[in-house]
């Protein structure tokens, strides 16, 4: 399944055969067309021609093309050839949709051949009626083996591990355990290092396998171990696993009970996994729009953005009632309602900077308590500097425009004083919500940006109203 290339079988000849992909990276439309004409003739062998030995990451982004209607004769046309690893490469909707559509003896044949990471990935956003009917048409070793790691919180460490690892006890030798290893059938398809437990299965260290190779054969294990090897609770939040793994550029740590029981692996493929869905779900958090996939319906997304856009809605009457104050005022000078949206937008501008990068830093623990104060002071030069620069391109554009320099210096003081509150709301809000245990990037944005309109129309109607027509 290593292959990027499709490549018919020689009993085939496929002359012409259009490439996977173009030249920038995308799925190829002949290449579709081809495999869309086999699926619609039902020509299992040239859907197996043309698929069969792909990566599962070429196979799940030709799943995710295809149509809702498509993909299933797809994946039973391949028939044993359809490594169901590619489900672990689509769109949550998308996997989910294949499954509860496919046979539960069809998803069962096809995860007991994963490894257990990548199976509990599979049936873990499914109903627990579906997942039971899955698990029943296991083998009962495999069933246990899921069933353990799914009861696990979702985003932990037990969730992501691989129950499938080496572990020897410490009184063997370095040569004991390579005969092993070489005589072993049913070996994990992946590892990088060997476990060292005692007799009650609790973790005593790891040897990296570059290290058992360089050993002598007398060497006893216990001897070559690292002890101070980094582990994880199956219960840690997945997240700060991956925290450790960059920390410490682990390629894999053993995952343990909390009697120190040895219950699994975790590996830096699953870890990067973890990193990228946490990136993403900290960007769909700040636009507000949960966690939304491409593949989902016209309702449900419809249904995930509506409630955000309604709480924007209700701060930006706020920020209007703020205008209604000075309603007198706009009506004297026009230039006002002009000049208006670019005080607000700079502030709201401003404060999405600061507080991107506050959230991501409370995300990846960077901002604490040692270094909060220091980086709001930070913040608050920038927006100083950032306010007085762009305060005197606008107040000389605005003099110049309105021929009004009383004016000009207005909206430049304005300008100041917004910049400076969007550094100060866009680092305090998300500390506030961290502090209150609400996710900062989910609530933030709504009330950073409610902050910086109010204020920012507040600082200039009001100067100007005093200066300007007082």
Do not use: C
């Not at 995860?111 to 627990?128: G, M, T």
């Not at 992946?190 to 060292?196: D, H, L, P, R």
């Not at 005022?329 to 937008?345: D, G, H, T």
């Amino acid at each position: 399944m290593a292959e990027t290339e499709p490549n018919a079988p020689e009993t085939l000849s496929f002359d012409g055969m259009p490439p996977l992909r173009t030249e920038d990276g995308d799925l190829d439309p002949l290449f579709l067309d081809a495999i869309r004409a086999a699926i619609e003739a039902a020509d299992a062998r040239t859907v197996e021609a043309l698929a069969a030995d792909l990566h599962e990451a070429d196979v799940g982004d030709i799943i995710e093309a295809l149509s809702a209607d498509e993909r299933v004769p797809f994946i039973q046309l391949l028939g044993e050839h359809f490594d169901f690893t590619a489900l672990t490469e689509v769109d949550e909707t998308v996997r989910v949709q294949l499954i509860e559509e496919l046979s539960p003896e069809e998803v069962a044949e096809g995860v007991r051949e994963l490894d257990s990471d990548d199976a509990v990935y599979i049936l873990e956003d499914l109903d627990d009626e579906d997942q039971e009917e899955i698990l029943a048409k296991l083998p009962a070793v495999d069933r246990m083996a899921l069933r353990r790691s799914l009861d696990f919180p979702e985003e932990t460490a037990g969730r992501r591990m691989q129950t499938d690892f080496i572990a020897v006890p410490p009184f063997w030798t370095a040569g004991q355990t390579i005969d092993y290893l070489r005589d072993q059938k049913d070996l994990p398809e992946e590892f990088y290092e060997v476990f060292v437990i005692d007799p009650g299965f609790r973790f005593l260290g790891a040897v990296a396998l570059n290290r058992l190779l360089r050993a002598p054969r007398p060497t006893r294990m216990a001897d070559i171990m690292n002890d101070e090897r980094q582990r994880v609770l199956a219960t840690d939040d997945q997240e700060d696993v991956a925290r450790m793994f960059e920390r410490y550029n682990l390629v894999s740590a053993a995952v343990v009970d909390e009697a120190e029981r040895l219950v699994g692996v975790i590996t830096v493929d699953d870890v990067v996994d973890v990193i990228q869905a946490e990136a993403e779900e900290d960007i769909r958090a700040l636009a507000g729009v949960g966690d939304e996939e491409i593949s989902d319906s016209v309702f449900y997304t419809l249904r995930t953005r509506w409630v955000w856009l309604l709480f924007n809605l209700l701060t930006a009457f706020l920020a209007s009632s703020v205008i209604g104050m000075f309603s007198g005022s706009i009506s004297k000078m026009v230039a006002l309602a002009v000049l208006m949206p670019i005080v607000a937008s700079m502030g709201g501008n401003a404060a999405t900077q600061t507080m991107t990068v506050t959230v991501r830093a409370l995300a990846t623990r960077d901002l604490d308590a040692h270094n909060v104060w220091r980086i709001f002071g930070r913040e608050l030069s920038v927006g100083l500097l950032n306010g007085g620069s762009f305060a005197l391109i606008v107040g000389l554009a605005a003099a110049l425009w309105f021929q009004d320099p009383l004016l000009g210096g207005v909206i430049g003081a304005a300008m100041i004083v917004n910049l400076l509150s969007a550094a100060t709301a866009g680092i305090l809000i998300p500390l506030a919500f961290e502090r209150l245990d609400i996710d900062p990037a989910v609530a933030s944005g709504v009330f950073v940006t409610m902050v910086t309109d109010v204020v920012g129309f507040l600082a200039f109607l009001g100067l100007a109203s005093w200066i300007l027509l007082g």
